[in-house]
């Protein structure tokens, strides 16, 4: 069974910058799209970035398009988000999830396909 876990979350000042890792355990990662997700209380679960199976194609909501960046490395089955300029209002608690059947381009919106889910990382944009 796939497990995922978050790490790399923690306080930043604005402008700062943060690189989160989800790694897989239990199966390789490859046979799965990635999507990061981030939630703050109250509100619903929000899409953030996308990665497909071979990592040739990405996709990123509009609010954080040109500062972060998702990646991945299948050799060492980790998942990377790499989050830059980072504002007060990427604050939230971020998530993780893989799933082989659904498509990159429509894992953003689709948050409730996901099979596999991680714990969550906190991260706080704070001066």
């Known amino acids: 069974q796939l497990q995922l876990v978050e790490s790399g979350g923690g306080l930043v000042q604005p402008g700062g910058s943060l690189r989160l890792a989800c790694a897989a355990s239990g199966r390789t990662l490859d046979h799965a799209a990635i999507g990061w997700f981030r939630q703050v209380p109250g509100k619903e679960r929000e899409g953030v970035s996308c990665i497909s199976k071979s990592a040739t194609s990405t996709d990123y909501s509009d609010s954080v398009k040109g500062r972060f960046t998702i990646s991945r490395d299948n050799g060492k089955n980790t998942v990377y988000l790499q989050m830059n300029s980072l504002k007060p209002e990427d604050t939230a608690v971020y998530y993780c999830?893989?799933?082989?059947?659904?498509?990159?381009?429509?894992?953003?919106?689709?948050?409730?396909?996901?099979?596999?889910w991680g714990q969550g990382t906190q991260v706080t944009v704070s001066s």
């Open positions: 999830a893989a799933d082989p059947t659904i498509a990159y381009y429509l894992c953003l919106l689709n948050p409730n396909r996901f099979g596999s």
